[in-house]
């Protein structure tokens, strides 16, 4: 083989591997969202018997994990782990939300506000 033919084989290895790797990990960005989507839906529901054990909406998110003398607190409702998003950003609580009495927010891929596709802002009210 000459010096031309190898360089060509290396080249075309090395578009088909540029090809699957951005197939990929392109995946597991579409992966964290959707497992972003099921996190926030089963956060908000955590949030909501808080409500019911306590009678009213945490201030902050860190109250679903320890009591900080609450009365009727029964928790803890979440570790503190639940809520990051697998991009590891904090999920953002909000009260009031825009279509009811709270609202968690996550920012996405790149952690900051707006965006589309994987960046895109994740809301759950």
């Known amino acids: 083989m000459s ?9 075309l290895i090395g578009g088909v591997l540029a ?6 990990l392109g995946g597991r960005d579409r992966a964290n969202v959707g497992l972003t989507n099921t996190q926030l839906i089963t956060l908000a529901g ?5 409500q019911m054990d306590t009678g009213r909406l945490p201030e902050s998110l860190d109250q679903l994990v320890s009591a900080s ?21 904090p999920i953002q ?12 927010v996550s ?18 009210p």
Not at 19 to 24: A, E, H, K, L, Y
Not at 69 to 89: C, F, Q, T, V
Not at 107 to 123: C, H, M, T, Y
Request: no cysteine; aromatic share 8%.
């Open 69 to 89: 003398g609450m009365p009727n607190w029964l928790g803890p409702y979440a570790k503190s782990e639940e809520l990051r998003d697998p991009w590891g950003n």
């Open 19 to 24: 090809i699957v790797g951005s197939r990929v």
């Open 3 to 11: 010096l031309i033919e190898i360089i060509i084989v290396i080249v």
């Open 46 to 50: 955590k949030v909501d018997q808080f």
């Open 107 to 124: 920012l996405g891929a790149d952690g900051q506000a707006g965006g589309e596709s994987v960046n895109a802002d994740i809301r759950k």
């Open 93 to 104: 609580y909000r009260r009031p939300g825009t279509e009811g009495p709270y609202e968690l």
